[in-house]
């Protein structure tokens, strides 16, 4: 069994950060491509941030200069710094990572449980 599991979510003023912390768990052979997805109320799932296992990165054109993922391979560990946030970054935040179990010869999507990001302003 594999899960994904957030932390580091919270309330935050504008202008402020976070950083949010995704570990995934289980039976795992390797880990692909991991990445943050993000809902706003009333909006379809949105990408965020992704990177590759080499430390390839992308970013949606609205976070750019202001948040960084990154990932922690040893640890199975993805983290999103998230800096001079906005009001319009208020969602909830999802964690996904490409991974093949030990017990397939297949790669899943797997998606954390979320956790609620809050930009007062």
């Known amino acids: 069994q594999v899960q994904l599991v957030e932390s580091g979510g919270g309330l935050v003023q504008a202008g402020g950060s976070l950083r949010l912390s995704c570990a995934a768990s289980g039976s795992i052979f390797s880990i692909n491509t991991m990445g943050w997805y993000r809902q706003a109320p009333g909006k379809q799932r949105d990408l965020v941030a992704t990177i590759t296992s080499g430390g390839n990165t992308n970013y949606a054109d609205s976070v750019k200069g202001r948040f960084t993922i990154s990932r922690d391979n040893a640890k199975n560990t993805v983290y999103l710094q998230m800096n001079s946030l906005k009001p319009e970054d208020t969602a909830v935040y999802y964690c996904?990572?490409?991974?093949?179990?030990?017990?397939?010869?297949?790669?899943?999507?797997?998606w954390g449980q979320g956790t609620q990001v809050t930009v007062s302003s």
């Open positions: 996904n990572a490409n991974i093949q179990p030990r017990i397939m010869t297949i790669v899943l999507g797997y």
